[in-house]
C-alpha cells in the first residue's frame, strides 16, 4: 500500500551558518557599533540581545535575511515577548520548530479527512504523520492539497514508498 510521511524539519547546518553570519554583519555594520547587539543559538533556541528594542528589531531583520538567503523557512521560527534586561537593554528568544506538535498533526489529520481523496487515511507517529492510500494519484493528490493549506509549520514529504 503506497505511503509517505509529513514532517517538519529544518536544517540545524543551515541555521548555524545562517546565525554565523548574521552575528560577523553585525560586528561590521555600522550601525550596531557599540550596541553590544549578540545573536546565541542554544540547541532549538536563538537569543537575540541588543541595548535598545529598536535595535533588537533591526537585528531580527539581519537574522530573517540570512535565514532566506540560507532557504531556511522563516514559518519554523516562533518569536517570545520582548524582554528587558539590565541597564535598559532587550532581549529576544525565538524559538525553532522542530516536529510537527500534536495539536497541529490533529488539524492535518481533519484536513485530509476533509479535502483528500476517498480512501486516504493518516496516522500520527511521533512527531510526523503517515499517510496511506491505495493509489499513487490519491496521494499526489493529498500532498498537492496540502501544500495548498497553511498550516504554519513548513511541511515536507518525505519517503513516498508504492
Do not use: C, W
Not at 514532517?7 to 541555521?15: K, L, R, T, W, Y
Not at 557599540?34 to 541595548?51: F, M, P, Y
Not at 494519484?137 to 496540502?146: C, F, R, V
Request: charged share 30%.
Amino acid at each position: 500500500m503506497p505511503s509517505f510521511d509529513v514532517v517538519s524539519q529544518v536544517d540545524m547546518q543551515e541555521v548555524r551558518n545562517a546565525i554565523d553570519q548574521a552575528s560577523r554583519e553585525i560586528v561590521n555594520r555600522f550601525d550596531f557599533k557599540g550596541t553590544d547587539s549578540s545573536i546565541d543559538l542554544a540547541d532549538t533556541e536563538i537569543t537575540l540581545h541588543s541595548n535598545t528594542e529598536q535595535k533588537l528589531k533591526a537585528l531580527v531583520q539581519v537574522l530573517e535575511e540570512k535565514f532566506v538567503r540560507r532557504s531556511v523557512p522563516l514559518k519554523a521560527l516562533a518569536y517570545g515577548k520582548v524582554q528587558e534586561a539590565a541597564k535598559g537593554a532587550a532581549r529576544q528568544v525565538v524559538t525553532l520548530n522542530v516536529g510537527i506538535s500534536d495539536e497541529k498533526a490533529r488539524e492535518i489529520n481533519k484536513f485530509i479527512k476533509a479535502e483528500g481523496p476517498k480512501g486516504v487515511q493518516s496516522q500520527v507517529q511521533g512527531d510526523q504523520l503517515r499517510v496511506t492510500g491505495k493509489k499513487r494519484d490519491d496521494l499526489q493528490a493529498t500532498i498537492a492539497a496540502l501544500k495548498g493549506h497553511d498550516f504554519d509549520v513548513p511541511l515536507q514529504f518525505t519517503n513516498f514508498r508504492d
